[in-house]
T-cell receptor, first 113, second 114 residues
Framework: EAEVAQSPRYKITEKSQAVAFWCDPISGHATLYWYRQILGQGPELLVQFQDESVVDDSQLPKDRFSAERLKGVDSTLKIQPAELGDSAMYLC???????????FGSGTRLTVV | AQSVAQPEDQVNVAEGNPLTVKCTYSVSGNPYLFWYVQYPNRGLQFLLKYITGDNLVKGSYGFEAEFNKSQTSFHLKKPSALVSDSALYFCAAAGKAAGNKLTFGGGTRVLVKP
């Protein structure tokens, strides 16, 4: 079964450092999503890509977060500088369309110390 | 704006008893509804979805969900719960009007006691 790949699985970083997460969606999925999930809460959308274009980044803290999907395939989410409140699980998902649903990766657990 | 509500933070049930996890939604147009399960420090695992058709949807691991348009609900059910069903469950909704954005509820923790 096809999977969404994410790395790293765990990341510990110091406050004010830069950190980056990588996601490789299921082949052929045009839509890619990054979600942030604070422990015990529901995931919240940070950014949605359609191919290489951003279609929704209204909840992305743009002063410190950036996301790119240069060739419309894999994607990178960056935080610079990291803050204590950024500690969370960062989930990537891809979709081949509403009818087919959404597939999530295993996530990256970020701890900022 | 679309939204999903899961009114119960936690559901406790004895092993072998029926399990129900509640979900209500607000979506413009036809809703696309999903249930996911999450184990500690893991990603979201797909259980089932409602797109169109029969209101009773059957999914993985013996779970099913009932779509009720008039009550805008999509409750998750399992006839006989297992201890291994203890996890965090999320209901999610999407719609074309919101650009296929998937919106999640706050989650319900299920604890199945032996």
């Amino acid at each position: 079964e096809a999977e969404v790949a994410q790395s790293p699985r765990y990341k510990i970083t110091e406050k004010s450092q830069a950190v980056a997460f990588w996601c490789d969606p299921i082949s052929g999925h045009a839509t890619l999503y990054w979600y942030r999930q604070i422990l015990g809460q529901g995931p919240e959308l940070l950014v949605q890509f359609q191919d290489e274009s951003v279609v929704d980044d209204s909840q992305l803290p743009k002063d410190r977060f950036s996301a790119e999907r240069l060739k419309g395939v894999d994607s990178t989410l960056k935080i610079q500088p990291a803050e204590l409140g950024d500690s969370a699980m960062y989930l990537c998902a891809s979709s081949g369309g509403l009818y087919y649903g959404y597939t999530f990766g295993s996530g990256t657990r970020l701890t900022v110390v | 704006a679309q939204s999903v509500a899961q009114p119960e933070d936690q559901v406790n049930v004895a092993e072998g008893n029926p399990l129900t996890v509640k979900c209500t939604y607000s979506v413009s147009g036809n809703p696309y509804l999903f249930w996911y399960v999450q184990y500690p420090n893991r990603g979201l695992q797909f259980l089932l979805k409602y797109i169109t058709g029969d209101n009773l949807v059957k999914g993985s691991y013996g779970f099913e969900a009932e779509f009720n348009k008039s009550q805008t609900s999509f409750h998750l059910k399992k006839p006989s719960a297992l201890v291994s069903d203890s996890a965090l469950y999320f209901c999610a909704a999407a719609g074309k009007a919101a650009g296929n954005k998937l919106t999640f509820g706050g989650g319900t923790r299920v604890l199945v006691k032996p």
